[in-house]
Structures are given as C-alpha cells and as structure tokens.
C-alpha cells in the first residue's frame, strides 16, 4: 500500500447529507439551512444566520446514522474550522483543535471548551475529555470558532456543545449493534418517553476493540439518564447523570518515520532491552490507562415572560491510573516523579444568570447577566512503574500531593437589534488558583501556588444586507491559562512549573452568510488571531510533556462551509479551511516564521448523498483531505504527509407495525491509503507518529419497539 505524497491530494469534494431522522414515521429532510437555531452563541434561541460569529451545527442524523457513535471525529470532521483527530489510541482520547487552539495536546482536549446539555465537560484549568460524550442520544452538536467563544472563558478557543434528545409522547426502546474490522464491537441499549409530564431517556452502552495498532485494544462502558420535569409557570428542570469506565486501555504511544514507513501498525522496538530484542517500548513498561468518571448536573430554567433565570449546578468524580513507558531510577534522574500516575478527582461548579429583553431606542435589547463558579481537587499520587527487574508493576511512591483550582467568572453578553442592525457586545473576567500542597518531602518541598486572572471583551456586529445575505464582523481578546498537567513537569529541574504563564490573544473575524435559493447557504469567514506567551512543547518523552512560553503567534486563515439540497433526493455538503500558523517571535532555536506544530495548513471535507423519496434507501460519499503536519517546533521532522481518503455509506430502514428497523454499512479509506492519522508535538524521542487505518469496514443495525 503506497504512502501518500506529502502534497496534499484534494480529492474533488464529494457527498452529503443523509439526513432522515431515525425511525420517524415520514421520514424528516435536512432542516432549512436558513433556519438553524442555535444557543450558544448567544445562549438563548437564535437562528445562526443572523449570529455575527461562525457557527455550525451537526445534526442527529449526521450523528447517528451510519455511524457507530464512539468518537466524536465521526461528526466534527463535517465541521470548517476544526481538526478532529482520532489518535486510534483511547487512552489519550481524540486530539481536537479549532484554528490550531489545541493541537499540542498530547492527550484530552484543551484550548476547546466542551460542554453537554449546558454543564461542562472541560475542568477549570481548562482540560476536557470527549469520551464523556453521549452519542448514542445526541440531537445536535453546536460549534462555535472565533471571537464569540472568548465569553465562555478560559480555554475557549472553540466551543463544542453537545445537546442530548429529550424523552417525549409514548414510551419507546431501542436496541442498536455494530462491528467492524480490528475486531471492533459495539452494543446500545436505550429507552425514551414520558410518564405524565416527566419525560425520561436512558442509555447503556459497551464498546469493544482490538485496536488498529499493536498494543491499543479498549474497552469502553458508558451510561446516561437524562429526566425533564416542568414547573410551574413556564419553567422546567433538567437532571443529567453520565458515566465512563474503562479499565487497562492499552496505550501504543507513538512511532518514528523508519518504523511508520516499515509497518504502521507495528509499536517502537525497545533497542535497549537485549533480552527481548523485539519487544516494543508499549509491551515493555505494558503501557495503559483505567478511568472512571461520573458526573450528575441539573439545571433550572423559568421563563418570567421575555425575561428568564437560569440555574445550572453539576458535580462528579474521576479517577484515572496511567502506566507510562519511562521509569525514574532507570531513566530519570531523582527529581522525577516516576512513570505511574494515579490521582482522584472531585469536580463540582455553578452557573448562575439571568437574560432580560427590553424595547430600547427603536430596538429589541437582550441581555445575560450571569456568574460561574467551578472548582476541582485532585490527590495526586506517582509511583515508579516497576518492581524488581520487571516493568509495568506498581513500584515504589515518588510524587504524592493536593491540587487545588477554582475559577470565578462574572460575565455579561448584550444584543441590540433594530432594522438591518445586530449589534454585539460582551465581557468575561477570568479568576483562576491554583494550590499545590507537597506530602512528599524526600526530594523537597514543591508546594506552592499561582493566581492568573483576564478580561475578555467581545464586539460584534452584523448587517442585514438583503434578507438573503448577512455581512458581520466581530473582535475579541482571549485568555488561555496553563492546564493542571502543563504545570506539573519542568525540563529545567524538580517541583511544579509556577513560572509559567497564560497565553493572550486578540481574535478578529469578518464573515458572509448566504442564502443561495431556498436550499443552499453558504457561509464564508475570514480570521486573523495574534497571540503572546503561546504555551508551547519544550520535551515531551514517554508519555510526560513538559511546557514553556513562546513570543508571539499568528493565525490567518478562512473557513467556508456549503449546504445544499438539490434534484431528486440528493444533497451536499463541504467544509473547507486554509490556516497559515506560525511563530512571530523566535524563541530559543526555533526562528520566526516556523509554522505551529500539528496545526495543517489546509483541511477539506465533502459528501454527495441520495436518499430515496420514501427514506427508506440512501448512500453518500465522503472525502477527508488535509495537508502536511510538522511535528515540532523546528520544522525539521519529517512532517506527516497530507492525505486524501475517501469513504462509502449506505443505509436501509424498515418499519413493521410498532416495529422500526435500521441498518448501515460504511467503508473507510476505500483507497487502503497509509497515511498519519495525528502526531505526539514535540516528542524528545521522535516518536511524533500515530497511523491511521487502512481499508475498514463497520456494519451496524437496530430495532426500536415504540408503545401505543
């Protein structure tokens, strides 16, 4: 199977749509472009074309069918603007940036805030995990990218806001199952409806893999209820719980080009252990990671005529033991804190605010006043990760500590209407503490603390030009404090990295939304983001990266996006960006004008689909394109090449008296390209590469049975 040339091949941008909602008795189209409402732009209803700020929405047919429903790559991909990168490797989780915001993760997701039905899935220093995300009950995905996304605070380079079905009319249940290659599993059990005015859904879920990659199988157990109870007057409260457990997921970490080119599924040989002279660094130190994490939120809305007061309060756990391939006492000096990292978190917040609509000067005032409030404590243990002459056993303890956040928010939004006129401004101010208490004192004390704080203002303004096309421009300031795990290592010596400070940036945004007949709409922005201190990759080994700040950075770039319905049953859709990313600032030895490492400088998605009259039949193409990846600061990898690969959908759906059946099929990289499907920033061992498939298939069915 040849490897693709480093020049990004945009295969012609193809397929769409499949929208048919599942099991509806008429079987739904796609929604009028023009008449996409969304919520987090503004946090109250509003429809997206008359939003100055790029926003995208991915609805539950996209999400659900002909998708297994395990990562949410399978639906961010459709999205300009975002990079959604699926490390095949679920002890790191997905790796997803929004305008480059977020590519240097080397696990988690941070530089993007992510949220499910209103309470967040990002912790206060501003790490979050996909995995907590409930497809199987998605109804849309909001996301956010631009200035607007400054008013959610820190971290918020994009927002990704996942909103969950609502139970409704008669009681149904539904049962779905999908395999695929590398022995991929997947079984849903769920429930729905409502008992008097309560309405209900529920869902369990296991998925099971062998893994693409050697050493990378998983499995993943997930839960979910979700309760809506109306109140008096016209208000309602919504009661979420969500649950992830997976235990030993296999970690293959990254490889070298040499080995990549030889065999991309193979792991790293450990050329240091003569006795096994073919045994990989992953089956070596047995690398792996156990998580367990739940979560309970509610929120409160009552609506007071136009006005309405809104309450969210959410808290949860998590505990995650991670076996990483390094091991003080072998290959790190006595300062280090070994290769076993065991903590136990408790999380909890509260959001509170309040929305008002006034007439004002000829015009429609609305404005959130709002407070959020969040906190997390972690005990924090690290253990060397072998006992006696053999790895991947719980040793000796080397780190044991408190960490401590909170973050206090005050924030407000307001929107000024009248006429051809949406006028736009906000305000956030971010307080962040953090507190390190060291119960380890044999290498010396490293407790400590650091406070960061940061205004974001917000304008917009957006211009009804015809009722058919929208003008908008919009600017902000962002702030972007290090994360927990940022600060915990330093190449320069023991103890936490306090010396490390926020990253400040100044996004601009000027934009076009178009109607294109009463199908088709087009929207086209244009962005420059200029920012200082960058937090930045200074070594990264084995699974433990340490951070320092670089000068400034630049990001210029434009995102179109195209949906449309034309002829008999067909569709399309593409999502397109062009992103130059670079240092402005040398910093060290790395000179002004190198590019942003895992940032591409061009990414493109198309499909072409039909769906039959009836929605009883469809298919689709898909094409993912990217260009070349650089995987460190220098420029002077092997960067890892573009790609283009394209996929193949189709589906079938049946009904039965109460009955309604589904299935689908789906072919991936049709063309059994070899090619990288993300990369490790700044990996001190170049092991910077993690492959993607090859030619992959998934099957999938389901039956639901609905109750008279």
């Known amino acids: 199977m040849p490897i693709c040339p480093p020049r990004l091949k945009l295969v012609p941008a193809l397929l769409a749509s499949l929208s048919s909602a599942a099991f509806a008795q008429v079987p739904a189209q796609p929604q009028n472009p023009l008449q996409v409402v969304v919520v987090t732009g503004s946090r109250a209803e509003q429809a997206s074309f008359d939003l100055p700020a790029a926003i995208d929405v991915v609805d539950a047919a996209r999400i659900r069918d002909t998708q297994p429903r395990v990562n949410l790559s399978e639906a961010l991909v459709a999205v300009p603007g975002i990079v959604v990168q699926n490390r095949q490797n679920y002890a790191q989780d997905l790796q997803i940036s929004s305008r480059g915001f977020g590519a240097r993760s080397a696990f988690g997701v941070r530089g993007v805030r992510l949220i499910t039905d209103g309470i967040p899935a990002t912790m206060p220093d501003g790490q979050g995990q996909a995995a907590t995300f409930n497809l199987d009950m998605a109804e849309r995905i909001e996301v956010l990218r631009g200035p607007f996304s400054a008013l959610y605070g820190n971290h918020s380079g994009g927002v990704v806001q996942l909103f969950t079905r609502e139970g409704k009319g008669a009681p149904e249940i539904e049962f779905s199952a999908a395999a695929g290659s590398d022995g991929m599993r997947k079984l849903d059990l769920n429930a729905a409806g409502q008992a008097g005015q309560i309405g209900y859904v529920v869902d369990a879920s296991r998925f099971e893999t062998d893994g693409y990659r050697a050493h990378s199988a998983a499995t993943r157990e997930q839960g979910y209820a979700k309760l809506t109870v109306p109140t008096s007057g016209d208000g309602k409260v919504t009661i979420v719980a969500n649950s992830l457990h997976q235990r030993d997921t296999q970690d293959p970490l990254g490889i070298t080009w040499a080995t990549f080119q030889r065999d991309p599924r193979a792991g790293e040989i450990d050329t240091s252990d003569p006795q096994t002279p073919q045994r990989t660094f992953a089956e070596r130190y047995d690398t792996r990671k156990s998580i367990d994490n739940q979560q309970i939120g509610l929120q409160w809305q009552q609506r007071f005529g136009a006005n309405r007061l809104q309450l969210t309060a959410y808290g949860g756990n998590r505990q995650v033991v991670q076996y990483q391939s390094f091991s003080r006492g072998f290959q790190q000096p006595a300062s280090h804190s070994g290769g076993v990292v065991d903590f136990d978190r408790d999380f909890y917040g509260v959001d509170l605010n309040w929305r008002d609509v006034r007439e004002l000067a000829g015009g429609t005032l609305r ?61 956030r101010r971010t307080s962040l503490d953090v507190d390190v208490t060291d119960n380890y004192l044999s290498n010396g004390n490293d407790s400590g603390g650091v406070d960061y704080s940061g ?69 086209l922005a244009l962005f420059q983001v200029r920012t200082s201190n960058e937090v930045v990759v200074d070594a990264s080994s084995g699974g433990r990266t340490s951070y320092r700040n670089a000068g400034e950075t630049l990001r210029r770039g434009v995102e179109l996006s195209f949906d449309s319905r034309f002829g008999p049953g067909l569709n399309a859709r593409v999502a397109a960006n062009v992103l130059r990313a670079v240092y402005e600032d040398g910093f060290g030895s790395i000179p002004a004008g190198n590019r942003l490492p895992g940032v591409p400088r061009a990414s493109l998605y198309g499909e072409l689909g039909w769906t039959a009259t ?41 009904e039965t008296g109460q009955w309604r059946f589904k299935e689908f099929a789906r072919l991936n990289n049709l063309f059994d390209r070899d090619y990288v499907g993300s990369v490790i920033v700044g990996d001190s061992n170049r092991r910077y590469y993690e492959p993607a498939p090859g030619r992959n298939w998934v099957l999938g069915v389901s039956a639901q049975y609905q109750f008279r």
């Open 367 to 427: 404005t959130t006043f709002g407070m959020e409030y969040a906190s997390s404590k972690d005990a924090r243990q690290g253990f060397e990760n072998f006992v006696g002459d053999q790895f991947g056993l719980r040793g000796k303890l080397r780190r044991d500590e408190q960490n401590e956040l909170s973050s206090l928010d005050p924030y407000v939004q307001t929107e000024w209407e009248r006429g051809q006129w949406v006028l736009t401004a906000g305000l």
């Open 455 to 523: 205004t974001a203002p917000v304008l917009g303004a957006l211009y009804k030009l015809t009722p058919s096309l929208n003008l908008y421009a919009s600017a902000a300031r962002g702030f972007e404090t290090p994360t927990l795990n940022e600060l915990f290592y330093s190449s320069t010596g023991p103890g936490v990295n306090f010396g490390l400070q926020p990253s400040r940036s100044t996004h601009l945004e000027a934009g076009v939304k178009k109607m294109l007949g009463a199908d088709t709409r087009l929207d």
């Open 614 to 654: 009836d929605g009883k039949l469809g298919a689709a193409l898909e094409t993912i394109a990217t260009s070349k990846v650089h995987p460190d600061d220098a420029n002077l990898a092997t960067p890892a090449p573009g790609y283009g690969i394209v996929n193949l959908r189709m589906q079938a759906r049946q």
